[in-house]
C-alpha cells in the first residue's frame, strides 16, 4: 500500500498550488480522502475531507472558499486546489485514505506561503 502525495512548493502570499496524492495497493474507488496539514509547533488538523463516491466534501472553516478538494478514482488521485494562500497556510500537508481496509498516509508534501 502506497499513498503518495506531491506538488508542495514556495509560494507568495494570494498565490496557488495544487496537492495531488496518489494511492495503490487498495480500492482507492472505496476509500474517503482527506488532507491534513501541520505547521511547526502546531497540532495536525483536518483540512479537506472527500467522501469516496465524491458527493460529500467538508472544509475546516479557515480554508472554506479558498480551497477545494477534489478526486479521480480511474486515476487513483485526490487533489487539493488551494488558492489566495497565506503565510498562515504554511505547513506541511499530508493524504489520507481511510477505509474498510486500514488508514494509510501520506509522507507529507511541504508548502511555504511568503508574505
Known amino acids: 500500500v502506497q499513498v503518495v502525495d506531491s506538488g508542495g512548493d514556495l509560494v507568495q502570499s494570494g498565490g496557488s498550488l495544487r496537492l495531488s496524492c496518489v494511492g495503490s495497493?487498495?480500492?482507492?474507488?472505496?476509500?474517503?480522502m482527506s488532507w491534513y496539514r501541520q505547521a511547526p509547533g502546531k497540532e495536525r488538523e483536518l483540512v479537506a475531507f472527500?467522501?469516496?463516491?465524491?458527493?460529500?466534501?467538508d472544509y475546516t472553516d479557515s480554508v472554506k472558499g479558498r480551497f477545494t478538494i477534489s478526486r479521480d478514482n480511474a486515476k487513483k488521485t485526490v487533489y487539493l486546489q488551494m488558492n489566495s494562500l497565506s503565510p498562515e497556510d504554511t505547513a506541511v500537508y499530508h493524504c489520507k485514505a481511510a477505509g474498510r481496509g486500514g488508514v494509510y498516509w501520506g509522507r507529507g508534501t511541504q508548502v511555504t506561503v511568503s508574505a
Open positions: 495497493g487498495f480500492t482507492f474507488s472505496n476509500y474517503a
Open positions: 472527500i467522501s469516496s463516491g465524491g458527493v460529500r466534501r
